[in-house]
């Protein structure tokens, strides 16, 4: 079945650096779906992509959807202590509604 | 505008006992409804799924089981608890089709 791989598992990270968070999945996806969840609390969506090679920006967060619609990455430049929390990637299968998570990538920020 | 109620937050169950998670949805028709749960500092693991009423998608064997009475309406069940099924359930829905999912606030559940 469908799996949705998501490294590295943690990331401790000097406030002002810049890291990325990678996801690839097993099977070629409908869409892949990024989240964030704070401490104690639930994912968040942040964003969707669609379309093969598609790239989108938020601020200082940029996504990617490789071109064979099977990974996907999360670059965050200049780190703020805002940005601590666990991000998921999750990729919604072609064939049905299945939208499976990834293992998180969970964001420690040094001041 | 829509809402997603997911009760209890916190339960406590001895070993051996019944558990009912409801969740409900409101201002939609016709939601997909997901159940995960999430062990403590780890990733979220997909249980079950459902695009219509009466329709079940299992993706672990375990403990557990779900239902879907009412279009809106998503129970995640188990007739014994394992210490196993400990963790935090979270229940989401989503319109359907290239969209984002939106999540209960979750149950925190610890088997004794």
């Known amino acids: 079945g469908q799996q949705v791989m998501q490294i590295p598992q943690y990331q401790h990270v000097q406030e002002g650096e810049d890291f990325t968070t990678y996801c690839n999945s097993s099977t070629t996806l409908s869409n892949i779906q990024w989240y964030k969840q704070r401490p104690g609390g639930h994912p968040v969506f942040l964003i969707q992509?669609?379309?093969?090679?598609e790239v989108k920006k938020q601020k200082r967060l940029t996504f990617q959807f490789g071109e064979a619609k099977k990974n996907s990455s999360l670059h965050i430049t200049a780190t703020q202590t805002t940005d601590v929390g666990t991000y998921f990637c999750a990729g919604l299968s072609l064939n049905d509604y299945k939208l499976s998570f990834g293992a998180g990538t969970t964001v420690t920020v040094r001041a | 505008s829509q809402t997603i109620h997911q009760w209890p937050a916190t339960l406590v169950q001895p070993v051996g006992s019944p558990l009912s998670l409801e969740c409900t949805v409101e201002?939609?028709?016709?939601?997909?409804l997901y159940w995960y749960r999430q062990a403590a500092g780890r990733g979220l693991q997909l249980l079950f799924y459902?695009?219509?009423?009466?329709?079940i998608s299992s993706e672990v064997p375990q403990n557990l089981s779900a239902s879907r009475p009412q279009d809106r309406q998503f129970i995640l069940s188990s007739k014994k608890l394992l210490l196993s099924d400990s963790g935090f359930y979270l229940c989401?829905?989503?319109?359907?089709?290239?969209?984002?999912?939106?999540f209960g606030q979750g149950t925190r559940l610890t088997v004794v």
């Open positions: 989401a829905w989503a319109p359907g089709g290239n969209t984002e999912a939106f």
């Open positions: 459902s695009v219509g009423i009466g329709q």
């Open positions: 992509l669609v379309k093969s090679g």
């Open positions: 201002g939609t028709s016709n939601p997909n």
